[in-house]
């Protein structure tokens, strides 16, 4: 058993089938060498024939497959990555985001500001496994995803997988899945006849996952040319290491904890980064019950937590772009805000090489936008020189906000640059690095809400941790009903009040 995994709890879950630990660990059966996920519908086995791992990686390495009928590699990740802050955390979200795939273990130490060995020997400590293990799992999954839901050809899928060679993605197939990549296929349910580059697939969460709420939120922030919400689909473009996709985002039709995506990529490569980042942005991988114990056992939330359960903190894909539209968004409308980010896009932004639908544009990056000349945008001058002086410093480093950041470092990185206060480095961690305890200081629409409830700043600086974006997240659907799928409560404002824009606050 891997560090920090207590034998009796997991035991105790998997022997109740608890969904709700499924992706926190990973069971593996020694008579029968194979590794489940918590709530795998067979006979539980006994304790003594069970070792308990908390990644997939690790119980590939220690010799088991993946369980062929409760599939633990389409289970959500562990909200342990998302929430922790150390270098082990920021590891896995970097391996996850395909950084190993991109420039091997040697960019991944050089990212973390560690040696090859030193990181190694961390994660091994604690996971069982390296980082090279750690990426292999991943594209093993990559791998049954394109195996599965298209008809390229076998060496097609090892490459765009991530695999070096074919005999790799073979023997790797084999050894996860107890199947040659064929025999995967002929058993894959049938679909409708596939489109090069396309793929539809199932995006788990755990439940309770309100995802027409999720995606509401990220409609009503949706800009012309790079985003489109018809009201059901959330639609954007992805800018993706090896070229631009569009995603397609809806509830799951069956009804449950879960997003159906829609993929168009340029390449088949970046499935795996697509798939983190989308996952990232619906906050699939949080644990609902872990943050509603916390915030439902507040006199303050209480009602607003059992009004809608499970409520998640919607992120951006692409944390230096949420920073420069948070930068946009200052001191306007939320009307405003859209506006004055379509236009960017249009000036600075990459075009697609054809439309798709009413998108046209991926965001601009960092070095692209830090040399655009942005007077004919409608800023002012001194909202430009702050665009600019973000750009240059994402540019060029001194301000890093990728899945591996430092969180509390990128903070006072994003705090020295002009222009740029508490507020705007609050929202930058909150919704672009996925920092689950942030405060909005000075946010007007938190302060509407916490004197509606009779409450205090200083509730949310001691109470509502380590959950404290989620408390924002309460706050803000009851100043601004809008955002909301789920009934008012009796704590609510009054209907006929005006709600207040979310994203303006100063600096």
Same mark, same amino acid.
């Given at each position: @058993?891997?560090?920090?995994?207590?034998?009796?709890?997991?035991?105790?879950?998997?022997?109740?089938?608890?969904?709700?630990?499924?992706? $926190?660990?990973?069971?593996?059966?020694?008579?029968?060498?194979?590794?489940?996920?918590?709530?795998?519908?067979?006979?539980?086995?006994?304790?003594?024939?069970?070792?308990?791992?908390?990644?997939?990686?690790?119980?590939?390495?220690?010799?088991?497959?993946?369980?062929?009928?409760?599939?633990?590699?389409?289970?959500?990740?562990?909200?342990?990555?998302?929430?922790?802050?150390?270098?082990?955390?920021?590891?896995?979200?970097?391996?996850?985001?395909?950084?190993?795939?991109?420039?091997?273990?040697?960019?991944?130490?050089?990212?973390?500001?560690?040696?090859?060995?030193?990181?190694?020997?961390?994660?091994?400590?604690?996971?069982?496994?390296?980082?090279?293990?750690?990426?292999? #799992?991943?594209?093993?999954?990559?791998?049954?995803?394109?195996?599965?839901?298209?008809?390229?050809?076998?060496?097609?899928?090892?490459?765009? #997988?991530?695999?070096?060679?074919?005999?790799?993605?073979?023997?790797?197939?084999?050894?996860?899945? !107890? !199947?040659?990549?064929? /025999?995967?296929?002929?058993?894959?349910?049938?679909?409708?006849?596939?489109?090069?580059?396309?793929?539809?697939?199932?995006?788990?969460?755990?439940?309770?996952? /309100?995802?027409?709420?999720?995606?509401?939120?990220?409609?009503?922030?949706?800009?012309?040319?790079?985003?489109? $919400?018809?009201?059901?689909?959330?639609?954007?473009?992805?800018?993706?290491?090896?070229?631009?996709?569009?995603?397609?985002?809806?509830?799951?039709?069956?009804?449950?904890?879960?997003?159906?995506?829609?993929?168009?990529?340029?390449?088949?490569?970046?499935?795996?980064?697509?798939?983190?980042?989308?996952?990232?942005?619906?906050?699939?991988?949080?644990?609902?019950?872990?943050?509603?114990?916390?915030?439902?056992?507040?006199?303050?939330?209480?009602?607003?937590?059992?009004?809608?359960?499970?409520?998640?903190?919607?992120?951006?894909?692409?944390?230096?772009?949420?920073?420069?539209?948070?930068?946009?968004?200052?001191?306007?409308?939320?009307?405003?805000?859209?506006?004055?980010?379509?236009?960017?896009?249009?000036? +600075?932004? +990459?075009?697609?090489?054809?439309?798709?639908?009413?998108?046209?544009?991926?965001?601009?990056?960092?070095?692209?936008?830090?040399?655009?000349?942005?007077?004919?945008?409608?800023?002012?001058?001194?909202?430009?020189?702050?665009?600019?002086?973000?750009?240059?410093?994402?540019?060029?480093?001194?301000?890093?906000?990728?899945?591996?950041?430092?969180?509390?470092?990128?903070?006072?990185?994003?705090?020295?640059?002009?222009?740029?206060?508490?507020?705007?480095?609050?929202?930058?961690? @909150?919704?672009?690095?996925?920092?689950?305890?942030?405060?909005?200081?000075?946010?007007? !629409?938190?302060?509407?809400?916490?004197?509606?409830?009779?409450?205090?700043?200083?509730?949310?600086?001691?109470? $509502?941790?380590?959950?404290?974006?989620?408390?924002?997240?309460?706050?803000?659907?009851?100043?601004?009903? @809008?955002?909301?799928?789920?009934?008012?409560?009796?704590?609510?404002?009054?209907?006929? #009040?005006?709600?207040?824009?979310?994203?303006?606050?100063?600096?």
């Amino acid at each position: @058993m891997t560090p920090l995994l207590d034998a009796e709890r997991c035991y105790r879950a998997v022997a109740s089938r608890d969904a709700r630990f499924d992706g $926190w660990f990973f069971t593996a059966v020694a008579t029968t060498g194979i590794y489940c996920r918590p709530s795998c519908p067979a006979r539980t086995p006994l304790p003594h024939n069970v070792t308990f791992f908390s990644t997939a990686a690790a119980a590939q390495g220690a010799g088991y497959r993946a369980c062929r009928r409760c599939r633990p590699d389409a289970v959500p990740g562990s909200p342990e990555w998302d929430s922790r802050a150390d270098v082990v955390a920021r590891a896995v979200r970097l391996i996850g985001d395909g950084e190993v795939e991109r420039s091997g273990v040697p960019g991944l130490a050089a990212r973390l500001g560690y040696s090859e060995r030193q990181l190694h020997r961390l994660l091994v400590g604690e996971l069982g496994v390296g980082p090279l293990a750690l990426a292999r #799992a991943q594209r093993a999954q990559t791998a049954r995803l394109l195996i599965e839901t298209t008809d390229l050809p076998m060496a097609d899928v090892a490459f765009a #997988a991530g695999f070096a060679s074919i005999r790799q993605f073979n023997d790797t197939v084999r050894e996860v899945f !107890a !199947a040659t990549p064929t /025999e995967l296929r002929q058993t894959a349910p049938a679909g409708p006849p596939g489109v090069p580059g396309r793929l539809t697939l199932r995006l788990a969460a755990r439940a309770p996952y /309100e995802a027409a709420e999720v995606l509401l939120f990220l409609g009503v922030h949706a800009v012309p040319g790079l985003e489109e $919400w018809d009201g059901t689909t959330f639609s954007r473009v992805l800018d993706l290491p090896h070229g631009p996709g569009v995603v397609h985002l809806s509830p799951a039709p069956d009804g449950g904890p879960a997003v159906a995506a829609r993929l168009d990529l340029s390449a088949l490569r970046d499935l795996g980064t697509a798939v983190a980042r989308c996952r990232r942005m619906l906050d699939l991988d949080a644990d609902p019950t872990a943050v509603d114990g916390v915030l439902g056992a507040d006199c303050a939330l209480a009602g607003l937590v059992a009004a809608a359960p499970g409520r998640r903190v919607p992120a951006s894909p692409d944390a230096d772009e949420l920073a420069v539209r948070a930068v946009l968004g200052q001191q306007v409308s939320l009307a405003g805000a859209r506006t004055l980010t379509a236009r960017v896009l249009q000036a +600075t932004g +990459t075009p697609l090489p054809e439309p798709v639908g009413t998108l046209t544009h991926a965001f601009p990056r960092p070095a692209a936008l830090a040399d655009a000349d942005l007077t004919a945008v409608g800023l002012t001058g001194a909202r430009r020189r702050t665009v600019l002086a973000l750009a240059a410093a994402l540019a060029s480093g001194a301000v890093t906000l990728d899945p591996g950041a430092d969180r509390e470092e990128a903070g006072r990185a994003l705090r020295a640059v002009p222009g740029i206060g508490p507020w705007t480095a609050a929202l930058v961690a @909150m919704r672009g690095l996925g920092d689950p305890d942030v405060w909005l200081p000075g946010d007007l !629409a938190l302060r509407r809400s916490l004197a509606a409830l009779g409450s205090s700043d200083t509730d949310a600086a001691t109470r $509502w941790r380590p959950w404290r974006s989620y408390a924002v997240m309460h706050l803000w659907a009851l100043a601004v009903p @809008m955002l909301s799928t789920r009934p008012t409560t009796p704590t609510r404002p009054a209907a006929h #009040a005006r709600p207040l824009p979310l994203d303006r606050s100063a600096s």
